[in-house]
């Protein structure tokens, strides 16, 4: 069914831009209402199918589940902010000994904060603290936030950094893009010349590993791209962090907590971080961030990190109610990431291979996108082409969000059923297909 907009809408726009900053808005006009499951609405009664999770947030449901927010109902009844980083209280103390469960033995010190550039500026914190070390190595293409410390590892554009230097002591390095490998090789004939361009060159010519704190991933780029490396590569940056006793810090705030079928994405690459950050889905749909710490690096001196709501007790309701359903339902939820991905990836598929427009099509679990080109040969960006695709679903029901120079995710909540996966890609294919008919017209 098409989407209808009337002049309420635009309306709201309007007021809205008056009143607040420019941000990242889609140029389709959707403005949230209300939601559940799979589904959302707009504020004119237009129902959409979510392929955006909002953002990677509702990984397990528009609007959270019943248990979620009947926990934060009772919560909000009783005290909202304990102040927990002056005071004591229970209920995140229950959380965090049930958190500790779900990492690699060894782990179980963490702080609680309020989004991932704040987990992430924590770990830069901590790294630097437990190695006495000033500086961090990041990739081009990662997106760890965008407050200034998280904004130093942050290269997925530019745009995002301008005017907001400088920055701290960061070294940026080459990842396993293999699509559009920035050495021009080709994997597994490479044999992995990313990695021995961080030996060869930075680690030789700009600083010794030995003063470097932490090297920051992402085990799969998320605003960078949906880039995935391949399988043994993680392995091979463990080594490097190993060989020069730097820490390893896995941002997970996007591709944890199942989104790909387990809890923590690295665990795909059979390595294991020393310092793991969550936030996003964690508390299904209220602020939190986790930076999760490997017991054996210590504690921090008394005050030398703080703040005022980490520890919010709404939100840890929310979170602990979300976290004891996970628990009880996990091989369902990590089967049935497995199987409705691969469901989603052989349709992703099927359009590169038939489609033009289509020059990739990568994921793990859920976590799924398309890289759109205006030539499989050439691999240029169809820059306006994924505007035109996001659009066009956007007129038919479907919402989804951009990612990278060209690349469009699609992470549906992992308990959406079947039927609105199978629709979804139904109106995704339908959009594609109208693009690159106007794209091919026009090079006539």
């Known amino acids: 069914m098409a989407i209808r907009i009337t002049g309420r809408t ?11 900053l420019s941000t990242t808005r889609e140029s389709y006009p959707f403005v949230a209402d209300h939601g559940e499951g799979d589904l959302v609405y707009d504020m004119e009664g237009n129902r959409f199918i979510d392929f955006s999770s909002f953002i990677s947030v509702y990984n397990f449901g528009v609007n959270a589940n019943a248990e979620v927010r009947k926990a934060i109902t009772n919560q909000v009844g009783k005290l909202m902010h304990p102040a927990f980083t002056d005071y004591h209280a229970e209920l995140p103390v229950k959380f ?26 924590a770990a830069i914190k901590f790294s630097q603290l437990f190695t006495k070390r000033q500086y961090i190595m990041a990739f081009y293409s990662a997106f760890h936030g965008r407050t200034k410390g998280s904004l130093a590892l942050t290269a997925s554009r530019a745009v995002q950094r301008a005017h907001f230097g400088p920055f701290s002591n960061t070294i940026h390095v080459p990842f396993a ?43 799969i780029q998320g605003e960078g791209g949906y880039i995935i490396p391949p399988k043994g590569y993680f392995k091979e940056i463990k080594k490097i962090t190993d060989d020069n006793g730097m820490l390893l810090v896995a941002d997970e705030v996007q591709s944890g907590y199942m989104r790909t079928g387990k809890f923590l994405a690295l665990d795909h690459f059979g390595v294991t971080a ?37 520890g919010n007790l709404v939100s840890v309701a929310a979170a602990y109610a979300l976290l004891k359903h996970v628990k009880r339902n996990r091989r369902k939820l990590e089967a049935m990431a497995k199987s409705k991905g691969r469901r989603i990836m052989k349709r992703l598929e099927q359009m590169r291979d038939h489609y033009e427009l289509v020059g990739d099509a990568r994921g793990i679990g859920m976590m799924l996108a398309i890289e759109l080109v205006r030539s499989k040969k050439s691999k240029e960006p169809a820059i306006k082409e994924r505007e035109r695709v996001l659009e066009e679903a956007f007129s038919n029901g ?46 006539k």
Not at 10 to 20: C, G, S, T, Y
């Open 96 to 121: 965090g000994e049930e958190l500790v469960t779900m990492f690699p033995k060894g782990f179980g010190r963490m702080f609680l904060s309020n989004s991932g550039t704040e987990a992430n500026e």
């Open 398 to 443: 479907l919402l989804m969000l951009p990612a990278g120079e060209s690349t469009i995710r699609i992470i549906p909540p992992l308990t959406m059923s079947v039927q609105h996966i199978d629709r979804g890609l139904d109106v995704l294919e339908d959009s594609i297909k109208k693009v690159n008919a106007e794209m091919l017209s026009s090079k």
């Open 10 to 20: 635009k309306r709201l726009i309007e007021r809205d831009r008056k009143v607040f």
């Open 177 to 219: 893009y293999c699509y559009r490998c920035p050495l021009k090789q080709t994997y597994p004939d490479c044999g992995y010349a990313c990695v021995d361009f961080i030996k060869q060159y930075p680690l030789k010519n700009e600083v010794s590993g030995r003063e470097i704190a932490a090297f920051f991933i992402e085990p």
């Open 274 to 310: 020393d310092i793991y950050t969550m936030a996003k889905s964690i508390a299904g749909g209220l602020p939190m961030g986790v930076t999760m710490v490997r017991k054996s690096l210590g504690d921090l001196p008394a005050g030398a990190h703080a703040n005022t709501f980490g």
